[in-house]
């Protein structure tokens, strides 16, 4: 099976702390995608990396960084945390072909910033 | 653009009823589609996917969807659901030409089971 994991599943910190948030996948896949949820809002996409070193912005990347230095691992970095993004992040991989890609999640980690 | 709507934001439902979770899309090229679970204080696994051929799709834990696309929806089915159905459930698309990196997520419906 494949696995997404996510170093840490509930954080909280500080306003202004820089946060990294750690996702690894088990499955040698090519893309890899950090989320955000929020109840109504759904998931939305943030940032997304189709191989080492690449990054794409998302739908909502503004306050969020990325790194790809190494093919299962995919970093999310809040450079400056604000009570504003405090919420479920999802971490998730899928293999990069041409059709529907199933795409693999993470269990989430719960930021909390106060 | 894309997008995705999830008619119902809960659902509640007694045990061994069926239920209907509804989602419709837009799309101006054709797309893959897909229902996501979420079970409590986990991530999102497939349930399952249409990508082309028969428009029902069976899934996974006895659901099943049907892809109409003259009223462009994808709702889901499960004639007699259990209490363990209870969770969170996600309509996705993501259309032909990016193959998947930009998959567009609903609002999500959650499922309430009763018993």
């Known amino acids: 099976d494949v696995k997404v994991t996510q170093s840490s599943r509930y954080l909280v910190k500080r306003t202004g702390e820089k946060v990294f948030l750690e996702c690894v996948q088990d499955m040698d896949h090519e893309n890899m995608f950090w989320y955000r949820q929020d109840p109504g809002l759904g998931l939305r996409l943030i940032y997304f990396s189709y191989d080492v070193k690449m990054k794409e912005k998302g739908d909502i990347p503004e306050g969020y960084s990325v790194s790809r230095e190494k093919k299962e691992r995919f970093s999310l970095i809040l450079e400056s945390a604000s009570t504003n993004q405090t919420s479920m992040y999802l971490c998730a991989s899928s293999i990069l072909t041409g059709l529907g890609n199933t795409i693999y999640f993470g269990e989430g980690s719960w930021l909390t910033v106060v | 653009a894309q997008s995705v709507t999830q008619l119902d934001s809960q659902v509640p439902v007694f045990e061994e009823a069926p239920v209907e979770l509804r989602c419709n899309y837009s799309s101006s090229v054709s797309v893959y589609l897909f229902w996501y679970v979420q079970y409590p204080n986990q991530g999102l696994q497939l349930l399952l996917k249409y990508l082309s051929g028969s428009t029902l799709v069976k899934g996974i834990n006895g659901f099943e969807a049907e892809f109409n696309k003259s009223q462009t929806s994808f709702h889901l089915r499960k004639p007699s659901v259990h209490i363990s159905d209870t969770a969170e459930y996600f309509c996705?698309?993501?259309?032909?030409?990016?193959?998947?990196?930009?998959?567009?997520f609903g609002a999500g419906t959650r499922l309430f089971v009763k018993a």
């Open positions: 996705a698309v993501s259309d032909s030409r990016t193959g998947g990196f930009k998959t567009i």
